[in-house]
């Protein structure tokens, strides 16, 4: 999509450093996937929260600091990311889908 | 007692019956705009903001108009409803909440919501059905299986209270689900001697409900003596609407209440008493 953000969302409009964000992109052999359901865990491995990617791919959660875990389910495959978040930075991760 | 079939359809029960008279599907979601970019073909939307809630006050939109709505949207007291969504289908189990709370007969649950049709790659369509307009009746909305502040007050201590939400909500780290901006007034934390158990538990990656052995060994393992009242609250009441449906659809309890004010309301009301910490 012209005019897309390389890597992750801009965030205009967010107050950062009121916030912990974690956002990227999911990517299968290097094209951004869209409609991918990004779910976020915490550190205990419960589910916090779900969004789907895109039409560039790209997501985004407002989370809290400490360790996260990124998993996306999609028609194309799998994918699994493990993050820590600090408060007031964002927090970029790509997620490569695996069939 | 009901059995599992009359209140979810999976999805090749649906695909089947797209085409059925007398069978509507209902899309609810968070993001509403979710529709217009695909959805189950013949199905119509309904925007839980836009058309559930009162535009002035707090509250639902009353039975005339719910009356209005549904007629507008072709639907009638005979029909079967199925309702389906994103987000795990949490606002289509508010959805289904609603309706019975309006007392329809026959509504069901999509069982995975919109993402399990999507990871299935089954059909979307950005065609909008045309339906020829009703005269839904609806009835006097039921407060059996809603609850309001002053009676999940009264069962701190004496009721079962089940907070759906997130482990990070229910401690006080989080105000709203991850994917939301985190900026709000209300305290953070839950209601004394609710017990966390997170509306996610009973569901399986792909959105669909867990068994009802899964189930009754969750919450029993958990510490919720089933059979007794219980109370389930969110931050807004839509997940825990989810939960709802699986305790009082799904296992049959008799006495289960959704507390739709649930967190935004509870944890901005003076003096009432608020726990923090796991």
């Given at each position: 999509m012209c005019g897309a953000t390389v890597g992750g969302l801009s965030t205009?409009?967010?107050?950062v450093a009121k916030e912990t964000v974690i956002q990227g992109s999911v990517t299968k052999g290097g094209t951004p996937v869209s409609g991918g359901y990004v779910r976020l865990l915490d550190a205990?491995?419960?589910?916090t929260a779900e969004v789907v990617s895109s039409a560039t791919g790209q997501f985004r959660f407002f989370a809290a600091p400490g360790q996260w875990t990124l998993r996306v389910l999609s028609p194309g495959g799998r994918g699994e990311s493990t993050v820590t978040a600090v408060d007031g930075q964002v927090t970029e991760t790509d997620i490569a889908l695996t069939s | 007692m009901m059995s599992r079939t009359d209140v979810l359809v999976d999805t090749d029960w649906a695909a089947n019956h797209?085409?059925?008279?007398g069978v509507v599907f209902v899309e609810v979601d968070e993001d509403v705009s979710a529709y217009d970019t695909g959805h189950i073909p013949g199905a119509v939307r309904v925007d839980?903001?836009?058309?559930?809630?009162?535009p002035v006050r707090r509250d639902f939109v009353d039975q005339a108009g719910l009356e209005q709505l549904l007629s507008e949207k072709g639907i009638t007291g005979d029909d079967t409803v199925v309702l389906y969504g994103g987000n795990n289908n949490w606002f289509a189990a508010y959805a289904y909440w609603y309706f019975k709370v309006y007392g329809h007969d026959d509504v069901r649950l999509l069982d995975g919501g919109r993402k399990k049709w999507e990871l299935e790659s089954r059909p979307l369509t950005t065609d909008v059905p045309a339906r020829p307009r009703t005269d839904y009746r609806a009835k006097p909305a039921r407060t059996d299986i809603r609850a309001f502040r002053d009676e999940v007050i009264a069962a701190i201590g004496e009721q079962n209270l089940?907070?759906?939400?997130?482990p990070d909500e229910f401690s006080g780290?989080?105000?709203?689900?991850?994917?939301?901006?985190?900026?709000?007034?209300q305290r953070a934390g839950h209601i004394p001697t609710a017990r966390n158990i997170p509306w996610?538990?009973?569901?399986?990656d792909d959105g669909t409900f867990k068994s009802d052995d899964e189930l009754t060994a969750l919450y029993e393992g958990a510490g919720v003596e089933l059979g007794k009242d219980t109370i389930a609250y969110c931050r807004i009441g839509e997940r825990s609407a989810h939960t709802w449906f699986v305790l009082h659809?799904?296992?049959?309890?008799p006495n289960v209440k959704n507390y739709d004010g649930s967190w935004t309301e509870y944890g901005s009301l003076v003096g009432v008493p608020v726990e923090k910490g796991a």
């Open positions: 205009e409009g967010i107050d205990g491995g419960d589910f | 797209l085409e059925t008279p839980w903001r836009e058309d559930l809630q009162d089940i907070d759906v939400r997130s780290k989080l105000l709203a689900p991850a994917h939301l901006p985190q900026e709000q007034s996610s538990k009973a569901a399986n659809e799904l296992l049959g309890q």
